[in-house]
């Protein structure tokens, strides 16, 4: 039942991330605007079709609750969901022609397509993924939190954003590791826990935030110009 659930809000995420892709790889829309606008549709659908219910913790499967609260080895489960899921990434990136194909587009679009790179076909394989795996942070993120409302995750694309720049990924495209963006997420982790722990509205939180992501975009464009300089 649980995995047949995980794989069912994987494939949602992956048909919605697919459907992003192939607005940015045919409609040629800017990224930025075409997620922007597709997360508006979403959400919008969301609230609609859950009719803002919330699914309470003893409405769900036992499993569901075993899940989030799983320690083998003495490590949560989702801490151990969260490395496979990252080894697997890091795999698909370095040693896979699909991967290698990526940062090949994301560093150059053109010198790519002249090489071969069948880029509409690299960008719908990209934002299928992402989608897969926002699917999969989905489900995960109604097994901790042992229960579900349409509001779950509200503005976690904006500490997705930061983590992966401070992590060293490039809003430009072409630059990024595996293990910069955990560096990142780990980091992220830390303010925000800080930030609760100093009693921190979630109003400033979002401020504070959003000054982080102006200040790794900034250090993202100085290390493109002293790139390009060298």
Not at 30 to 53: H, W
Not at 59 to 70: C, R
Not at 73 to 83: K, R, S
Request: proline share 3%; with cysteine; hydrophobic share 55%.
């Amino acid at each position: 039942m649980i995995p047949l659930l995980v794989l069912l809000g994987m494939a949602l995420g992956a048909v919605l991330g697919a459907f992003n892709g192939l607005i940015i790889a045919v409609g040629n829309v800017p990224p930025i605007i075409a997620t922007l606008g597709t997360v508006s549709v979403y959400r919008g659908l969301v609230f609609y079709f859950s009719q803002g219910n919330y699914i309470n913790a003893f409405e769900m499967p036992v499993g569901f609750k075993q899940l989030a609260k799983g320690t083998p080895f003495g490590v949560p489960n989702l801490i151990l969901i969260a490395i496979f899921v990252a080894i697997l990434v890091y795999y698909f990136l370095n040693y896979t022609r699909a991967g290698r194909d990526i940062y090949a587009v994301g560093g150059n679009q053109e010198a790519a397509r002249l090489s071969g790179v069948n880029v509409a076909r690299v960008k719908l394989l990209v934002y299928a993924i992402s989608g897969a795996l926002s699917g999969l942070a989905g489900v995960l993120l109604i097994f901790r939190l042992h229960g579900g409302i349409s509001t779950n995750g509200d503005m976690y694309e904006m500490d997705a954003i930061a983590a992966c720049v401070i992590g060293g990924t490039s809003l430009s495209g072409g630059v990024g590791t595996v293990g910069g963006t955990l560096i990142g997420i780990l980091i992220m982790g830390c303010v925000r826990t800080g930030l609760t722990l100093l009693n921190v509205s979630a109003n400033w939180q979002r401020v504070i935030i959003g000054l982080i992501i102006l200040a790794a975009v900034g250090m993202d464009l100085i290390r493109r110009r002293m790139r390009s300089e060298a």
